[in-house]
Each structure stands twice: as structure tokens, then as C-alpha cells.
Nanobody, 113 residues
Framework: VQLQASGGGLVQAGGSLRLSCAAS????????MGWFRQAPGKQREFVAT???????NYADSVKGRCTISRDNAKNTVYLQIDSLEPEDTAVYYC????????WGQGTQVTVSS
């Protein structure tokens, strides 16, 4: 499985971004897709996940500002982030879990104050 993330960029605080991650390859069983992020000097942290049944889960730090969704026909997961804060600056990584765990290459999100 390969994951291709896109949609990152430089945005002012208060703005919005929509990240996309397209998966290719064969998966096995129920698939959960999600986003994690890693800020400079920090460990990678959970942001949001969505299961094959579209059950969602969010980190407290983004709850109310993020919406994760998926298009199963396109094998794509999206992350809409609103009211961006400088603390959201990080490399955002797409993740897919079936019987294995896969990571995308990351997309940089930079929020200026």
C-alpha cells in the first residue's frame, strides 16, 4: 500500500486547509485511515482517525476545528482544519491500518501568526 498526501502549505492563523491522502494498493480487512503530525523537536502525535464504518476520533487539541472524512470509491481520506493556530505547524502524516500499518510521506503545514 502506498499513501500520497497533499494539501499542505503556508497559511495565516485563523485560516483553513484541506489535506488529502490517496491510497493505492491492496488492503485486507477493515481499513482505518487517519492523520498524525510531528512538530519540530516533538514526537509524532495523533490527530484524527476514521474507520471503515466512518466512525471518527479526534485529538483534544483539534476537536471542534478538524473534520476527517473519506471517499472509499477514491480510496482517499481528507482532513479539513479550520481556525488554524501556529501550534498546528507540523508535518502531517497520513496513516492506513489494515492487517499492517502504513505511512505516507508527510505534508508540511505552516501557520504564521
Amino acid at each position: 500500500v502506498q499513501l500520497q498526501a497533499s494539501g499542505g502549505g503556508l497559511v495565516q492563523a485563523g485560516g483553513s486547509l484541506r489535506l488529502s491522502c490517496a491510497a493505492s494498493g491492496r488492503t485486507f480487512g477493515p481499513v482505518t485511515m487517519g492523520w498524525f503530525r510531528q512538530a519540530p523537536g516533538k514526537q509524532r502525535e495523533f490527530v484524527a482517525t476514521i474507520t471503515s464504518r466512518s466512525s471518527t476520533n479526534y485529538a483534544d487539541s483539534v476537536k471542534g476545528r478538524c473534520t476527517i472524512s473519506r471517499d472509499n470509491a477514491k480510496n482517499t481520506v481528507y482532513l479539513q482544519i479550520d481556525s488554524l493556530e501556529p501550534e498546528d505547524t507540523a508535518v502531517y502524516y497520513c496513516n492506513l491500518r489494515d492487517t499492517n500499518n502504513y505511512w505516507g510521506q508527510g505534508t508540511q503545514v505552516t501557520v504564521s501568526s
